[in-house]
Antibody, heavy 124, light 107 residues
C-alpha cells in the first residue's frame, strides 16, 4: 500500500525559504522508474506542477519556478524534500507530493498516489 | 509551454445524465494526457491515463478519448459521488501542465 504525507510549516513570512518534506511508504525511490513529484494548489484555483525527482536522481522543475526550487531525496529515510526560496503571498497554497505512476518513457508522468496536502500560508 | 484549456468551466447535471468534459492542448501531445477528480478538501484522484486507460479501481462509467490536441472525459451515467472538479494534465516532455478545471455540479 502506497502512502505519502507532507510536512512542514503552515506559515512562512515573505522572503523566507519554505522547506517541505514528503515521507512515503509502500515503494522505494531506488527502484527503477519510480519518481515523486510536488504539485500545489492556491485556494480555489487550479493545480500547478512544481518539481519531480526520479530514482536515478534526475530532477525536473517547472520552468516558471525553476530558479526558486530545489528537490532532493533521502532514499534511506523514504523522504523527498522540496525547498522554495523567496516566498511571496502568491505562493500561499496547499502543497501535495505524489507518486509517479510507472511509465516506460522517462519524460512522462502521471500521479497515481497523492498525499493529503499541507496548506502553507505566506504572510507577515 | 503547453497550455491546457478545459471546457466548460462548470456544468450542471443530474444523476443518471451523461456528461462530457473537453480538454484542448495548445500543441500536439499524442496520448500523453491524464484526468483527475478532486473533491473539496481532498487530494486529486487519478481516473484516466494515456488519454483512455482506466486507472485501477475507477468505475467503468468513466472513459477518456482523444489524441493530439483534443481530448474528452465522459461519465456515462452520473452518480451522486461524481460531483466534483475534474482536471486534465499534459503528461510528457518533463512539463506537466494542468487544465484550469471543470466543476461538475448537481442540477
Amino acid at each position: 500500500q502506497i502512502t505519502l504525507k507532507e510536512s512542514g510549516p503552515t506559515l512562512v513570512k515573505p522572503t523566507q525559504t519554505l522547506t517541505l518534506t514528503c515521507t512515503f511508504s509502500g515503494f522505494s525511490l531506488s527502484t527503477s522508474g519510480v519518481g515523486v513529484g510536488w504539485i500545489r494548489q492556491p485556494p480555489g484555483k487550479a493545480l500547478e506542477w512544481l518539481a519531480l525527482i526520479y530514482w536515478n536522481d534526475d530532477k525536473r522543475y517547472s520552468p516558471s519556478l525553476k530558479s526558486r526550487l530545489t528537490i532532493t531525496k533521502d532514499t534511506s529515510k523514504n523522504q523527498v524534500v522540496l525547498t522554495m526560496t523567496n516566498m511571496d503571498p502568491v505562493d500561499t497554497a496547499t502543497y501535495y507530493c505524489a507518486h509517479r505512476r510507472g511509465v516506460v518513457v522517462p519524460a512522462a508522468a502521471y500521479f497515481d498516489y497523492w498525499g493529503q496536502g499541507t496548506l502553507v500560508t505566506v504572510s507577515s | 509551454d503547453i497550455q491546457m484549456t478545459q471546457s466548460p468551466s462548470s456544468v450542471s447535471a443530474s444523476v443518471g445524465d451523461r456528461v462530457t468534459i473537453t480538454c484542448r492542448a495548445s500543441q500536439g501531445i499524442s496520448s500523453w494526457l491524464a484526468w483527475y477528480q478532486q473533491k473539496p478538501g481532498k487530494a486529486p484522484k487519478l481516473l484516466i491515463y494515456a488519454a483512455s486507460s482506466l486507472q485501477s479501481g475507477v468505475p467503468s462509467r468513466f472513459s477518456g478519448s482523444g489524441s493530439g490536441t483534443d481530448f474528452t472525459l465522459t461519465i456515462s451515467s452520473l452518480q451522486p459521488e461524481d460531483f466534483a472538479t475534474y482536471y486534465c494534465q499534459q503528461a510528457n516532455s518533463f512539463l506537466y501542465t494542468f487544465g484550469q478545471g471543470t466543476k461538475l455540479e448537481i442540477k
